[in-house]
């Protein structure tokens, strides 16, 4: 664990959403759910510390592109400079609940794939339905949802659908591993 990542779980747990970074295991197997085949435009919620980021960097094709939405500014700075010399990589200091508006701003409007193990389950339930809305909302019909998560409570939600999932034992905790489709049109929740 990074003194960052520590620091930033002190000053901000349930931000932060985990106590330890996720297991070489997880980010490896999460990475694997995205096909590097042709290029891709994948976004990254809450990347933190840049850990699955790594793995997926590593599976990249040239013509892919990595668009990072973290809400913590030192997490950010950190970003920028561990990837400054990765011109496919776009880090951006913002809330994923303006995750549309964000994506339009760089000129995406319907990522290849999202990626996000921003903790769902212990949110407020409005702020997860916001949350889930918008990410549905920015998402087109061939768009994937790549999240995880210790429950499966997600893989029924009325927004998506479960395309496949995996479990990664070799983790603390514990996490499943889903691919999510949308499952129909979703109007972006609006954000007082």
Avoid: W
């Amino acid at each position: 664990m990074s003194l960052l990542f520590f620091k930033r779980v002190l000053a901000n747990p349930v931000q932060v959403g985990y106590i330890v970074p996720s297991s070489r295991f997880l980010t490896t197997r999460t990475a694997r759910f995205i096909d590097f085949s042709r290029d891709r435009v994948v976004v990254e919620l809450g990347p933190g510390e840049g850990c699955h980021t790594r793995s997926i960097v590593r599976r990249m094709n040239p013509g892919s592109r990595l668009i990072l939405i973290e809400l913590d500014e030192h997490f950010c700075k950190h970003l920028e400079r561990q990837f400054a010399h990765d011109s496919r990589i776009s880090v951006v200091n913002a809330n994923a609940l303006h995750l549309a508006e964000t994506l339009l701003s760089l000129g995406v409007s319907e990522p290849d794939y999202i990626v996000s193990g921003i903790p769902f389950t212990i949110m407020e339930k409005e702020l997860r339905e916001k949350l889930l809305a918008n990410i549905a909302g920015a998402m087109g019909s061939e768009s994937r949802f790549i999240t995880y998560q210790a429950s499966l409570q997600i893989s029924n939600h009325q927004h998506f659908s479960l395309v496949r999932r995996e479990h990664c034992l070799l983790n603390v905790p514990p996490l499943h591993v889903m691919e999510l489709r949308k499952t129909r049109p979703t109007p972006v929740a609006s954000v007082a």
